[in-house]
Nanobody, 125 residues
């Protein structure tokens, strides 16, 4: 059984940084995709960034480009999202997710099979 557990959320002032972590356990596939999504109050959930575990390739949406960095510690099965220069509009519940990509990875929510419970990020102005 696959488990996805996020941690690292919190409250910061605008311009600050946070580091989110996600541990995925029980996954037997060697090639899979891991991503970060977020949902702000009153808005739909959106993709932030994803990484292909096999190739290390990354993809960011406009939400994460330039300020966020996604990385993966394969040995620890830990996905990290480093968020710098945070803005109030980054306030959201951040989710970690994974699926078996079979050689290619998307940032389409429907493709992702396993989801964590989310970790809250609050940025004050």
């Amino acid at each position: 059984q696959v488990h996805v557990v996020e941690s690292g959320g919190g409250s910061v002032q605008a311009g600050g940084s946070l580091r989110l972590s996600c541990v995925i356990s029980g996954y037997t596939q060697s090639s899979y995709c891991m991503g970060w999504f977020r949902q702000a109050p009153g808005k739909e959930r959106e993709g932030v960034a994803r990484i292909d575990r096999s190739s290390g390739s990354t993809l960011y949406t406009n939400s994460g480009e330039g300020r966020f960095t996604i990385s993966l510690d394969n040995a620890k099965n830990t996905l990290v999202l480093q968020m710098n220069n945070l803005k109030p509009e980054d306030t959201a519940l951040y989710y970690c997710a994974a699926y078996y990509g079979g050689g290619s990875c998307s940032l389409i929510q429907a493709d992702y099979t396993y989801w964590g419970q989310g970790t809250q990020v609050t940025v004050s102005s």
